[in-house]
Structure formats: C-alpha cells, structure tokens
C-alpha cells in the first residue's frame, strides 16, 4: 500500500508562501513546485492591509480575526529572514469634504470603529486634504517581493524549479503520485492559472488584471495613503507604489499606457507636488464571483486540494486562513463555510462531472 507523509503545494505566490511557513511551524513535511511565473497577481501586489471597505465605511469580511493573526504571523517569521519584510502602519485617508469628514467621524463613535478610526488635523507634505485626515489602525505593509524571494531562499530544499503538469498526476493507493515522488495529498495555490488545473476550474471565477506604477517624489513623507488609489512607501527614499487598476476578463499580461496614465491621474488629485513615474508592473489574479477565497478538497478525488482566490486581501487573509486549513487537513478544524468550496458544489460542479464523462469516454 502506498503511504506518504509529504504534501507537495503547487505555486509559491504569496498564498503558497505563507502556507509553507505554516508547515514548517507546525512540522508538516512538503515539496513546493513552482515555475516563477512573472505575472502572476503576487508580482504586482502592494502588500497593503487594512481592515475597511471603504465604499460604505464597513469592514472587510472578518477583518479583526484575519489582521490580528496576520500581524503576529508576519512578525513572527521575520526572524527567519534576512531583512525586515513587514511593519504596521497607520493608514491614512486625506478627506475631501464635510460630508465624508461627517461621515468618518459619526463612525469613530460606533464600535469597533472608535479603535480603529481616527483623524488628525494632519499636513502631510504635498497632499491634498482640505478637511483632516482620516485615519485606520490595524494596518500593515508587506514588501511582498522581498517575502517572496526570502522564502525561495528559505526552502531551497523543498523547492521544485518547474511548470505542474497536471497530466502527469496520477492516484496510487491512498497517495498522488507525480512523476517519481508519492505525496499525500496535492494542495494547488497557482493564482489565475487554476482555471487551467482540470479538477478545479469547474469554480467560478474571472480573470482581473492589475497594474501599478512606481514613483519618485520627495513629499509625502513615507505615508501610507489611500484615496482613489494606494500610495505606499518603498525601500529608498522617496520611492512609492501606486495601484491598483482593475481590468476585468483581461488576456494580455503586459502593462498599458491607459493603465500608467489612469493611475497618474489618481496620484495627481491627491498629490499636489511634482512626481516621476519609473516604473510600470502588471499581474492577473482570480476574481471569484462572491468575493471569498476558494478552499478545500476536492468533491470526488480526496487528497486533492485548493487554497486559493484571496485576491487583492492575500496578504490579510492567508495567515489566519492557512492555519485554519491545516487544522481542517488534520482533521481538527473547518473551513469558514464563507471560504469552503463546497458552498459551489451544488451550482457548479456538474462542469468537472461532464469534463470527466467527456474523458473517460475517450479512453
């Protein structure tokens, strides 16, 4: 009987990252493979958290629990690496009105708001905020691209230089078998690219491109700000990410010229002073129909799994939801049923159901 320990993880974007970290924490031996696809949504994240939807000045989706444990995560595996990857921050809001100011501040008395709210009469240089500003606690930035190549570093060993070939999985007892390594189970965190992995692009989901832009300014005062779009501090001074755009159902993965100029024009209704934009990046992630992540095993082929479609919220959600799946992969804990992939079985699964009947009668 073939029997195995081993889980292999497929993809090492900042979902699958976290994940590895959390197996090591709890001693669970992995492979990873990944092929370093260079637009993949994690090469274009901000790493930005922050509890607020700002459109009806709410929180995100279980915002508390989620930032409490990403915070300590992130804080936590800092010792592994080797430059600092993570801080919290304040965030801040320039307001632009008497009504929001109104607004912001009637919120400031409601609970839990009056912790995580607040405003300053606050100049912050070259920024326009005729009315204070806004701003949110429990935020954070993560410099995903350094997280991301520390973690490569960091599991060398475990790590598999190479495009999954789902074709070349096959089921051996109660193990997978790909290609000359048996694992017990295979856990897919591949961003977009799910909707190419035949057991689970029955899910729901579209295609969003994101493109951000970096630019030089000496105002600002390495501010995190938020307002029409992101503008985060980078490491070197005056450097700043701007993002992010939204391109629904998009197919190319280059950067655009609408894009740059979208985003420019953003930072000049904020940003009252000269900035220089050096440099444009794009990346696809999934967008699923109701907005929530995408985990859990498979329907039919146990020991097949996903943990996936947190979006432009990875860097809040992951930590908190990985250990979550690790609880739920040991038998101990369940998927938030807001997260589970079951909740799509019923409408959708009759798609993988037919892919397989087409199959198999092919054989």
């Known amino acids: 009987m073939s029997v ?4 292999l993880v497929v993809g090492q974007g900042l979902a699958g990252s ?22 993949s949504g994690s090469m274009a994240a901000g790493g930005i958290m922050h509890p607020m939807s700002f459109r009806r000045l709410s929180l995100a989706w279980r915002a508390i629990e989620l930032i409490e444990e990403a915070i300590s995560f992130y804080e936590s595996i800092q010792t592994k690496l080797e430059d600092p990857v993570f801080q919290t921050s304040t965030f801040y809001r320039p307001l632009i009105s008497i ?3 109104n607004n912001w501040m009637a919120r400031m008395n409601e609970s839990p708001f009056d912790e995580i709210l607040g405003v300053e009469d606050l100049n912050i240089e070259g920024v326009n905020a005729p009315f204070g500003m806004g701003t949110i606690n429990y935020s954070g930035r993560l410099e995903v691209q350094d997280f991301l190549h520390f973690t490569k570093k960091h599991f060398k060993d475990q790590l598999i230089s190479d495009q999954f070939k789902h074709d070349d999985l096959l089921k051996e007892g109660d193990c997978w078998r790909y290609k000359e390594k048996l694992y017990k189970g295979v856990i897919f965190c591949e961003g977009y690219q799910f909707i190419y992995n035949p057991y689970f692009n029955y899910l729901p989901s579209n295609l969003t491109k994101g493109e951000i832009i970096e630019i030089n300014t000496p105002a600002l005062e390495q501010k995190m700000i938020s307002r029409g779009c992101f503008i985060v501090p980078q490491k070197g001074k005056d450097n700043y990410l701007v993002g992010s755009t939204y391109r629904w159902n998009a197919v190319s993965e280059e950067t655009t010229i609408d894009a740059r100029e979208e985003l420019k ?30 985990i859990g095993e498979h329907p039919k082929h146990s020991g097949l799994y996903i943990f996936n479609g947190m979006g432009s919220k990875t ?6 939801l990985s250990d979550q799946f690790i609880g739920f992969l040991q038998g ?3 998927i938030f049923p807001e997260a589970n992939i079951s909740r799509h079985t019923k409408k959708h699964f009759h798609k993988f159901e037919a892919y397989e009947a087409d199959k198999m009668s092919k054989l």
Request: charge should be negative; aromatic fraction near 8%; glycine fraction near 2%.
């Open 265 to 294: 024009e953003k930072v000049e209704k904020v940003v009252n002073t000269p900035f220089k934009i050096y440099n444009q990046l794009s990346g696809i992630r999934p967008t699923i129909s109701d907005r929530k992540p995408l």
């Open 332 to 334: 101990n804990e369940e």
């Open 18 to 39: 976290v994940l590895i970290h959390q197996f090591q924490v709890q001693g669970i031996a992995f492979d990873i493979i990944d092929n370093h696809h260079e637009k």
């Open 99 to 101: 009504e929001e100011q």
């Open 4 to 7: 195995s320990d081993k889980y």
């Open 315 to 320: 860097v809040m959600m992951a930590p908190k």
